[in-house]
């Protein structure tokens, strides 16, 4: 590279593309500052690389505070690709530079040795319940007052092998040792690589425990530093994915989640998703370290930081763990009750003493416990209230029901909402909703140790979200009781629960603030996406506005399509807009859906797969059932499935012959998919896919970003929409040598109108997406064939 930039060195290729030498400029210039990129980079703009090389070049000067890139992503493709892009730079790295070391964070399941080899009474859908019991056994084995070591716990685990081995009854060992004659050894081995111990769990004078934590405890030097444990050099080894963590680490004899937490510090690159940022529990308990000035933050597919967000620091408390809590409870004071009738027991002088080491009394439990059942009570009050009057025939009619909301207060004006009203009503004041969390905290310890199991505990998580109920703010947040459907034969005839789950709801509406908050804890970074625009927008649902106020640099870049304009065609097609007002429901004959069933027709007889959206899955339903009758392709419909169908769904459609995938713009196969070479030749959307305004908690979002940012309907819902849009028509285009057509389908796109949102476009798909109308529509088509023939 002439006249090679300081980042030279960590771009993983010979030369960077034009957007990507500006926008590495640019991150590198604001981190220099404590601040940060916003990035709209279309499709080969190469933002990963270009994301890498800007944090890495702050890492590796002496000069920089930062010590480490955090990468999020949403989007488990996009994750891939940063761990590709890193061992792109890793194999171009100059002579003489040691590699860059890196680490992708997991799940428990998907590096816990027993869950991975379903051993040990662990699976996927209980490790988190079974890891906490056993390194909690473990802990108290080892501990202050425990009854051995953990070099007595390992040494004990690992006996059990050398004592098969020493007996001649089986043939080798993880050293490759061994007599050579008899059967293998039995032990576990996890994708292939044997550990020091056997198949299951071990168990110490009757209490099972776990040697893979144990041998990470037992590596753990006496200042407590977690780095220390970990069983191999990293220097050489740059990028640590979680199958060569588990090999290494199980190998070793330690516990691989462990060790992903001690090297969560002392990589250099961190690979996550949101919730590593933003969870409040994840970031307490397992990556706490990484909130700082030293860490250079890269957010992608940064537009859905907002939804993904607001999802994460909402809450809520389901009906079942309300009941489940109160159970917790009773088994805690029941003890100390039976107690004053004379009948003493060593669980009541439990229960006393792990009270007493703590601030909460045995009148308190009870109290908490009232409130539980009462509020149980008022729950079940409201959900029949509610179906009464909404529907009055339910009892007979449960199968017919629908997913529902009631609100606990108005959406659209900020006030107490009705359950704490009926609290206060009830005598159940501030005491009692601010001790919810403490109350849970003790009766999981207690609990812990009166029951040998590791079932999740409902308590602690109750209290939680009761307290933050009690706690957070009336603008900010919207309660409400969420009724999801399902079919549980158990209840009473004659109750909603067989028919419906019931939550009590505590919805985030403004996820500003706490984005913005995170955000400003780390020393700088890069926010990006593929449909960023309109910045303006973005930057304030984001935080980042204030953080700009606060004296942090924010800066911008926008880059479109830079592969061939003449292989793609793009069209916004002033067809009626397609509201719900103007195509009434599924099924009804009127202008509006003959215009888009013509037009959709038109695109989806050529040649190649093509991809429909709509606003919803009842719209995709439609236009499936539509376009059979029409046209003699293949027509493959996306219904509201689990990861299993949606995958089957997607290999259906890649192979073979051209097909037409009908889908909601709403769902996941309209972004984060890769579609690249012959997969797509064309998509079309039909309609802005803005969500049910109806629903209350979408009318409080709104009304919570109109008192924030004052065009709240827009904020909210309209350039999310528009975006959702832009994702889709995005997935054609990914290379420089691929064709294919791309149209928005709806006149809300095509020209300025009082509800259009065309000016939401960035310039340069302003420009593309030349309006067109439907009668001309297949002319235009005709003419892009005949250009590229």
């Not at 399941?109 to 051993?119: F, I, K, L, Q």
């Amino acid at each position: 590279m002439t006249d090679a930039p300081p980042w030279a060195d960590v771009f993983g290729h010979e030369e960077p593309y034009p957007e990507q030498a500006d926008g590495i400029d640019a991150a590198v210039d604001a981190a220099a500052e404590g601040g940060f990129l916003a990035l709209e980079g279309a499709c080969g703009t190469g933002k990963t690389m270009l994301a890498l090389t800007a944090g890495l070049d702050r890492v590796r000067d002496p000069d920089s505070p930062f010590e480490r890139v955090l990468v999020l992503t949403s989007v488990k493709q996009q994750l891939r690709q940063f761990e590709t892009d890193l061992a792109t730079i890793n194999r171009n790295l100059p002579d003489g530079y040691d590699p860059i070391s890196g680490l992708t964070l997991v799940g428990k399941a998907d590096v816990c040795p027993y869950a991975r080899e379903n051993r040990g009474g662990v699976d996927r859908g209980n490790v988190y319940e079974r890891c906490e019991g056993l390194r909690e056994r473990t802990r108290g084995l080892v501990g202050e007052g425990g009854s051995t070591t953990t070099s007595n716990l390992v040494s004990e685990a690992r006996s059990q092998q050398v004592g098969l081995l020493d007996s001649g009854s089986t043939g080798g060992n993880p050293s490759g040792g061994g007599t050579g004659e008899g059967p293998a050894a039995d032990y576990l081995t996890v994708d292939g690589e044997p550990t020091p111990y056997r198949p299951d769990t071990e168990t110490f004078r009757d209490v099972e425990f776990c040697p893979f934590y144990a041998g990470f405890l037992d590596d753990l030097p006496e200042d407590g530093d977690p780095a220390e444990a970990v069983p191999f050099d990293l220097t050489d080894r740059g990028h640590v994915g979680p199958d060569e963590l588990v090999r290494l680490a199980a190998g070793h004899g330690s516990c691989p989640h462990s060790i992903m937490g001690a090297l969560v510090p002392e990589v250099e690159v961190v690979i996550g998703n949101y919730y590593h940022a933003f969870d409040p529990m994840t970031t307490s308990t397992f990556t706490g370290p990484l909130l700082d000035e030293s860490t250079f933050v890269v957010c992608d597919e940064a537009h859905m930081l907002e939804p993904r967000v607001r999802d994460l620091v909402s809450d809520a408390v389901a009906d079942a763990s309300l009941r489940d809590a109160e159970a917790e409870l009773t088994r805690v004071v029941q003890p100390v009750e039976f107690e004053s009738t004379g009948a003493a027991t060593d669980d009541a002088d439990l229960v006393r003493g792990e009270l007493a080491d703590s601030d909460v009394t045995v009148e308190e439990v009870s109290r908490v416990r009232a409130f539980y059942r009462d509020l149980r009570e008022e729950l079940d009050r409201r959900v029949t209230d509610h179906l009464d009057r909404e529907r009055p025939d339910w009892r007979a009619a449960m199968r017919e029901l629908e997913d529902g909301e009631i609100p606990l207060r108005d959406p659209e004006e900020p006030a107490e909402d009705a359950i704490t009203t009926w609290a206060r009503r009830e005598g159940y004041d501030d005491r009692v909703w601010a001790r919810t969390a403490a109350v849970g905290a003790v009766v999981k310890r207690v609990l812990d140790s009166l029951e040998d199991d590791d079932k999740r505990r409902a308590a602690p998580g109750v209290g939680r979200t009761l307290n933050a109920w009690y706690r957070e703010g009336h603008e900010e947040f919207f309660r409400a009781i969420d009724l999801e459907r399902t079919v549980d034969e158990t209840a009473p005839p004659d109750s909603w629960r067989r028919a419906y789950n019931a939550s009590l709801a505590l919805y985030n509406c403004l996820p500003s603030e706490p984005i913005g908050e995170r955000l400003a804890e780390f020393g700088g970074g890069v926010l990006m996406s593929a449909t960023l625009e309109p910045m303006a927008v973005f930057r304030e649902v984001t935080g980042l506005d204030h953080l700009e106020a606060s004296g942090r640099p924010v800066v911008e870049r926008t880059y479109g399509l830079t592969f061939p304009a003449e292989h793609r065609a793009s069209f916004a097609v002033d067809a009626p807009k397609f509201t719900h007002g103007n195509r009434g429901a599924p099924g009804e004959e009127n202008g509006t859906r003959v215009a888009y069933l013509d037009a959709v027709a038109r695109i989806a007889a050529r040649e190649g797969n093509v991809l429909v959206g709509t606003p919803n899955y009842a719209e995709a339903s439609w236009m499936a059932a539509a376009l059979a009758d029409r046209i003699g392709k293949p027509i493959l419909l996306d219904e509201s499935s689990g990861d299993r169908e949606t995958e089957s769904l997607k290999d259906d459609f890649f192979s073979g012959d051209g097909k037409v995938l009908v889908t909601s713009l709403r769902g996941t196969l309209t972004e984060g998919v890769d579609y690249r070479g012959d997969r797509l030749a064309a998509a079309v959307v039909c309609g802005v896919p803005i969500i049910n305004t109806a629903r209350p908690r979408t009318r409080a979002v709104v009304a919570a970003y109109d008192r924030r940012f004052d065009a709240g309907f827009e904020t909210a819902l309209t350039v999310p929409a528009v975006r959702k849009a832009r994702q889709a028509v995005g997935r054609v285009i990914r290379g420089p040598d691929e064709r294919g057509v791309r149209v928005l389908l709806d006149a809300r796109y095509a020209r300025d109108s009082w509800n259009g949102v065309r000016g939401y476009l960035p310039e340069h798909e302003r420009e593309e997406f030349q309006p067109v109308s439907t009668d001309m529509l297949g002319f235009a088509l005709d003419r892009f064939d005949s250009s590229t023939d």
